[in-house]
């Protein structure tokens, strides 16, 4: 049964387009965020997530975010700041009717406005979403 639970939580990050030895780095982390979400990245890139003071060059950030957590726009631009050119933010968002729940529309707004572009939505845990932007493919030809 131990198994199956590992295969489960490595596919939560398999999901995420998280592969062995990337560098990742998670934002808004609070008492509420998936530990199995957690530990799934952290055993398929073989190491510790990176906090908001890493500033190595990241191939993806994990931003939990929630409805009162501030400006959405303040947040991701602080996430690209050391985000690779063919990186990925997450933001992981607490799915409708759970505490904290924000409006798609909400963070649909706020991409654009950071010079990013949405590009799926699924579902990464029990009360959790995920929504991928990426950098625009015009912006990175500018770069």
């Given at each position: ?54 500033d190595e060059t ?60 949405q590009t799926s ?13 990426v950098w625009p ?7």
């Open positions: 049964m131990v198994a199956a639970e590992d295969a489960g939580r490595i596919g939560v990050a398999e999901k995420l387009g998280i592969e062995p030895g990337m560098v990742v780095q998670e934002l808004g982390w609070d008492e509420d965020v998936d530990d199995n979400l957690r530990a799934a990245v952290e055993e398929q890139i073989g190491g510790d997530l990176l906090d908001e003071e890493a990241v191939s993806v950030v994990l931003l939990w975010w929630r409805e009162d957590d501030g400006d959405l726009v303040d947040a991701l631009l602080e996430a690209t700041g050391v985000l690779a050119e063919d990186g990925v933010i997450w933001v992981l968002t607490p799915k409708t009717g759970r505490p904290g729940h924000v409006e798609p529309a909400d963070v649909a707004e706020a991409v654009p406005t950071a010079g990013l572009s939505n699924i579902s990464v845990a029990e009360d959790w979403a995920g929504i991928r932007l493919k015009s912006a990175k030809a500018k770069r």
